[in-house]
């Protein structure tokens, strides 16, 4: 089984969350939309939409979406297989967080790393 078959998004705080976006918008042309991100559509050498997206998005300094972990990032990593992936690692005697989110944006597990980061997997909705 293939556990990591790409990075579905990358997350980080900011003290400024709307100035930070703001300042990645005008100089590196990033299209930062009103929830604080953009999402990239993955595309072949020609240009062409191949059916996967990566998130990238500014949140609050002072936000708690990496909790437990006090780091300031927080990658989002996509899996085949969740469910199965989890037990692995559980099994591994890795520090997975006891709760698996389902919606329609597909299923979602947390894994802390041995460094505290918090490390986000995710199974996308079946045809992305």
């Not at 969350?17 to 990645?24: H, I, S, T, V």
């Not at 559509?41 to 949140?59: A, F, H, L, Q």
């Not at 979406?65 to 890795?94: H, W």
């Amino acid at each position: 089984m293939r556990r990591v078959t790409g990075i579905g998004g990358i997350f980080f705080k900011a003290k400024d969350p709307a100035g930070l976006q703001a300042w990645y918008k005008l100089h590196l042309g990033i299209d930062v939309q009103e929830w604080g991100g953009t999402a990239f559509t993955w595309t072949d050498s020609e240009g062409k939409p191949v059916g996967g997206t990566t998130i990238w998005s500014i949140g609050a300094a002072d936000g708690n979406q990496f909790a437990p972990s006090t780091a300031s990032f927080m990658v989002n990593y996509r899996v085949e297989d969740l469910q199965a992936l989890v037990k692995i690692l559980k099994e591994e005697g890795c520090n997975v967080l006891d709760k698996i989110d389902e919606s329609e944006y597909g299923k979602f597990a947390w894994v802390i790393d041995p460094e505290g980061n918090k490390v986000e997997l995710w199974q996308p909705p079946v045809g992305q």
